[in-house]
């Protein structure tokens, strides 16, 4: 199986030049000017972008969550996530407390080998650090790959742990190479306040929002970048919101410490006012929830800086019968909203097309830098000689509207109904393979491969 791209405008985090790539058994084989190479397939991107496939490495398909489960599975999630120009996921697997970790990494594959369309990766989430969970950080970096550890600092009684835990879970993962990363919202003070709301009888989506003001980010963001500090652990902080975690952050670098951060598309793009809508607001009940438009500057600053080096999703849709569980006690509303297909093309529009980052940028933060910051560059995350071929052609001209009626995730309603995006995804091809074309998947389920990542590197 070989293709040619012929004359597409090549952006990389770093480049940005006319050429023709040949692709051969999934990988770049050569980048050059006027390719002869008899291919299989030859593709036409003149007057396109083409640059290398998303990588987004905060999904949480077919999740265990709030007593119901997110709605698109791993077919249905790398499907919708493909045909927006996004190639590879990292989804979360999610220790069940007082259980080990590799028994709830055997239960996510149960749901998701075989059954992914893209590449795909985990996360654990250590939500019980303890001696036994101790013992297998090491054979899950080495033996697995998987060398990303998620802690919660919210949603306590399930998923959270103490400060304890934290520092003993920091001190292992930095002793067998791997990086903590964060939910960093103070679990206690947003319980204090969702019970307050509750007394006094304020049950809409609006309290969801008011139950988790910036300062309980802000705070914990602090303490979580202290802590790696303390403990000298590799540290990412994702899903960030607001402008006082960005100076947590910003403060932590003054003493020449690195923290990660990652934001999310919603972040960027839409803020607190949608819940002002009575329960409507529910399809934007995530946490931490929407902020201000200070907050939106600030993030946008924050990429430009380079202290915000990743935009992702947080994609965990439901419908809109399971958002409805909260219709009479937001703390009972499933948290998350669908995004894996729109990211890159929303981050286009508005990100690109707006003159609030570069062609270049917008690489950095969609892809390369996911790639390796979780180890996985240069075989992800580039367009060079010896990388997989996960490439998408775009047209920035292409105009088109989101809706419900014509997304592809699993989902009856769209967080961004109506908008019109600018820039479109005609080619996305994964492993050296057309996955879609013209908006039309052309790869089944078990296409997708599961990714083996390196230890932490000291990379961006
Ligand atoms: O609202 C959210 N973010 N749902 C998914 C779980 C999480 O906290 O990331
Ligand atoms: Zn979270
Ligand atoms: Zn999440």
Request: charged share 25%; net charge negative.
């Amino acid at each position: 199986m070989s293709i040619l791209i012929k004359n597409g405008r090549v952006i990389t985090a770093s480049e940005d030049y006319v050429a023709d790539i040949y692709i051969e058994n999934e990988k770049v084989h050569t980048i050059g000017t006027n390719l002869s190479m008899a291919a299989d397939t030859v593709i036409d991107a003149q007057n396109k972008l083409v640059f290398p496939g998303g990588i987004d490495p905060h999904v949480h398909l077919d999740m265990p969550f709030m007593g119901t489960s997110s709605s698109d599975n791993y077919e249905t999630g790398t499907r919708a996530a493909l045909v927006g120009g996004t190639t590879m996921v990292i989804d979360f697997v999610l220790q069940t407390q007082g259980k080990s970790l590799y028994s709830a990494l055997n239960e996510w594959r149960g749901r998701s080998d075989g059954n992914t369309l893209g590449d795909y990766s985990f996360h654990i989430a250590v939500t019980d650090f303890n001696e036994d969970t101790k013992a297998e950080i090491k054979d899950l970096i080495e033996k697995e790959g998987i060398t990303s550890f998620k802690t919660f600092m919210a949603y306590k009684g399930a998923l959270m742990i103490d400060d304890r835990q934290m520092v003993g879970l920091m001190n292992e993962v930095k002793k067998q190479g791997g990086m903590v990363t964060v939910h960093a919202t103070n679990g206690d003070m947003i319980d204090f306040l969702v019970a307050k709301h509750k007394s006094e009888g304020k049950l809409s989506p609006l309290y969801h929002y008011l139950s988790q003001p910036e300062i309980t980010e802000s705070e914990a963001s602090g303490r979580f970048a202290d802590m790696a500090y303390h403990t000298g652990v590799a540290a990412y902080i994702v899903h960030m919101t607001c402008e006082g975690a960005l100076n947590q952050i910003r403060d932590a670098a003054k003493r020449n410490q690195k923290v990660y951060a990652e934001t999310c598309i919603q972040y960027l793009v839409i803020d607190a006012s949608l819940y002002d809508k009575g329960f409507e607001s529910a399809k934007w009940v995530m946490s931490p929830p929407l902020r201000e438009k200070k907050d939106q500057e600030s993030l946008w600053a924050g990429i430009n800086q380079g202290s915000v080096q990743v935009v992702a999703t947080d994609h965990c849709p439901f419908m809109w019968e399971q958002k409805k569980m909260g219709e009479n006690d937001f703390s009972k509303i499933p948290n998350g909203h669908p995004a894996i297909e729109h990211r890159m093309e929303l981050l286009f529009s508005e990100g690109v097309n707006k003159g609030r980052i570069s062609l270049n940028k917008f690489v950095e933060v969609s892809s390369t830098n996911a790639a390796k910051i979780f180890g996985m560059f240069p075989q992800k995350g580039c367009i060079a000689v010896g990388s997989d071929a996960d490439i998408v052609i775009f047209d920035p001209n292409e105009k088109h509207t989101i809706s419900a009626k014509t997304h592809s995730m699993n989902v009856d309603y769209s967080a961004y109904e109506g908008w019109e995006i600018n820039g479109k995804c005609k080619t996305v091809i994964l492993r050296g393979k057309v996955a879609v074309d013209n908006s039309k998947v052309q790869v089944q389920k078990g296409y997708g491969r599961f990714i083996k990542r390196s230890k932490v590197k000291d990379v961006i």
